[in-house]
């Protein structure tokens, strides 16, 4: 890495680090003011999509977005593959208002926790999977009724680019009890922003959209059946990109003869 684009990395990380503390000390004072929706704005789209700038400019990240014409009216639940915190920033911008499952500790966070305190987030306590999954249960459909968009990284965690997790169910089973699809989302950001270190790759990410999944049926099959789907498209999707590698052949008839 040369200097100057080091310097220029240190630069980006100073500005965010800066305009995210007074962006939410700001809204310690205007925000509570505000209805659910303005304050969603003015909290987290603003401030993600000033994000979104300083990456472009400073990093040299840009974007791309495939399949914005299957955005469904009503909100519904996200999934996504997560590999950076580049998709969070998107995310929060494109789709409002949005919250988003995290752990609990990050509301303990001295101002960025605060702030996030006051989007809705579900946040969960990981050392208790069950009650997890029960809160992601109950809050995540209050807050669809409340016709808001409620993401889920079925991951669980960031994952390093060419690889992918094991997908959980919780976001399939809240959509299919709230009788909702699952909009799925495909990305490569892990490309040019990797989960681990600080170092940044100029780029341009691709984020590909899919047609929203219905369930078929309801009950415990239905959840499996539609997470297995979501999952399977994400990593076509991202295969179709060239973030994994290409999916094994089966054997060929002949070869298994030959056998």
């Not at 977005?65 to 996200?78: S, T």
């Not at 494109?94 to 990050?106: A, D, G, I, N, T």
């Not at 960025?112 to 995540?140: C, E, S, T």
Request: aromatic fraction near 14%; charged fraction near 20%; hydrophobic fraction near 45%.
């Amino acid at each position: 890495m040369s200097i100057l684009r080091a310097f220029r990395i240190f630069l980006f990380y100073l500005l965010l680090g800066t305009t995210a503390l007074l962006w939410c000390s700001l809204s310690f004072f205007i925000a509570p003011f505000l209805s659910f929706k303005a304050r969603y704005r003015f909290i987290n789209v603003y401030w993600c999509r000033c994000a979104l700038w300083l990456t472009k400019v400073f990093l040299g990240i840009r974007y791309e977005i495939k399949g914005a014409e299957n955005v469904p009216d009503r909100p519904c639940v996200i999934q996504s593959n997560h590999q950076s915190t580049w998709e969070t920033f998107f995310l929060s911008a494109y789709f409002s208002p949005l919250s988003q499952v995290l752990k609990r500790e990050l509301l303990y966070v001295p101002f960025f926790g605060w702030a996030m305190a006051m989007l809705r987030p579900i946040a969960i306590d990981r050392d208790n999977p069950k009650a997890a999954l029960k809160q992601v249960a109950a809050k995540g459909d209050e807050l669809l009724k409340d016709n808001v968009w409620v993401l889920i990284f079925p991951e669980g965690t960031r994952v390093p680019y060419g690889t992918v997790g094991k997908f959980s169910r919780s976001g399939s089973a809240l959509a299919v009890n709230a009788a909702l699809p699952v909009l799925p989302i495909a990305h490569n950001a892990g490309k040019f922003w990797p989960k681990i270190g600080w170092g940044k790759q100029a780029g341009v990410i691709t984020v590909v959209i899919g047609e929203p999944m219905y369930a078929e049926g309801s009950g415990p099959r239905a959840i499996a059946d539609l997470n297995d789907r979501v999952q399977a498209w994400n990593e076509k999707t991202q295969r179709d990109m060239g973030s994994l590698p290409p999916a094994p052949q089966a054997p060929a008839a002949s070869d298994q003869l030959a056998v």
